[in-house]
């Protein structure tokens, strides 16, 4: 996928510190839950499929040196809430969008991974004059020339993969249905994700749903 930036003039977000903590705010009556660490100019950091905020890690601790880094789980996936309605990427961006302006973001670099580039880029087109920079990595980007190939490629399934049906059968298997993702998708599967971060992943996808979460506390930790 192409690299694609917009400038504008630097944020001027603090997070403070170049420790990774985990917090959950209110957006649009959703708990969203997120990563922080950092100081200086604001990055957003959008995960893409299979993974949650998580995959951040490793890179955060390198830039939060020279950067507030803030890496959401995106609506619906990870620690954050379950969306009723609103499930398309443009909303997607909104809500991230509107977590940015709680946290007191004017201006961010939004950087998105696999489908994470998606909302990246509806965040982008939604709020140009808040965008300094975008960088978009990883998979197609619906309208953009070319992209029907990716979508109609064999390997692409999953993207119909999806509905009722598709849900009980994966349902006890997620292991198997992501291991197609991290194995044989992967360059080398042999130095694709840990055990750890497939245990990890694995539980966020079958955690209990929202109303369940509805009364729970947000915590305030590094857990991802």
């Known amino acids: 996928m192409a690299l694609v930036v917009m400038f504008s003039s630097p944020s001027k977000a603090q997070a403070g510190g170049n420790t990774i903590t985990s917090h959950f705010e209110e957006v649009d009556g959703l708990k969203i839950h997120y990563l922080t660490a950092g100081n200086g100019p604001t990055?957003?950091?959008l995960h893409g499929y299979t993974q949650t905020s998580r995959m951040w890690r490793p890179l955060i601790p390198k830039i939060a040196d020279k950067f507030?880094?803030?890496?959401?789980d995106l609506p619906g996936i990870g620690d954050s809430d379950i969306p009723k309605d609103g499930s398309d990427m443009k909303t997607a961006a909104i809500r991230i969008h509107q977590l940015a302006k709680k946290l007191g973001v004017t201006k961010a670099?939004?950087?998105g991974h696999d489908i994470g580039l998606m909302v990246?880029?509806?965040?982008?087109a939604q709020f140009p004059t808040e965008t300094e920079r975008l960088i978009v990595m990883d998979a197609f980007l619906p309208g953009v020339?070319?992209?029907?190939?990716?979508?109609?490629?064999?390997?692409m399934w999953h993207f119909r993969f999806n509905g009722?049906?598709?849900e009980a059968?994966?349902?006890g298997r997620e292991s198997i249905y992501f291991a197609y993702f991290w194995n044989d998708l992967a360059a080398d599967k042999n130095h694709s994700l840990s055990v750890?971060?497939?245990k990890a992943y694995i539980a966020a996808c079958v955690r209990v749903g929202p109303i369940l979460r509805r009364g729970r506390k947000p915590r305030n930790n590094s857990r991802s």
């Open 68 to 72: 507030t880094v803030i890496a959401p």
């Open 120 to 124: 990246a880029y509806a965040y982008a």
């Open 169 to 171: 059968l994966v349902k």
């Open 196 to 198: 750890v971060d497939r």
């Open 145 to 155: 020339a070319g992209w029907e190939d990716v979508f109609n490629n064999p390997n």
């Open 109 to 111: 670099r939004v950087v």
């Open 43 to 45: 990055v957003i950091l």
């Open 164 to 166: 009722p049906t598709p």
